[in-house]
């Protein structure tokens, strides 16, 4: 995620990458986390994962989808 490469390069590439983009990374990978711990999350009338739209390069979710989330209650 945070690896400049001429293949992947949304931070830049060479000497004029982004610095912040390690503090970026870890800010995501930790809100994910608490979304993962707090809540669950389920695709509403779906046993399996909706299909990927493909469009030119681009892999994307279907925006059709909806998606539940739910507080997690203590036991």
Known sequence: ?????QDY???GI??????GRFLAAN???TMLAYILMSYDVKFEDRVSRPTSIHWDLNVIADPTVRV???KRTCN
């Open 1 to 5: 995620m945070v690896g400049v490469t």
């Open 9 to 11: 390069f949304p931070f």
């Open 14 to 19: 060479e000497k004029h990458a982004c610095p």
């Open 27 to 29: 800010e995501l990978k």
């Open 68 to 70: 539940m989330v739910r």
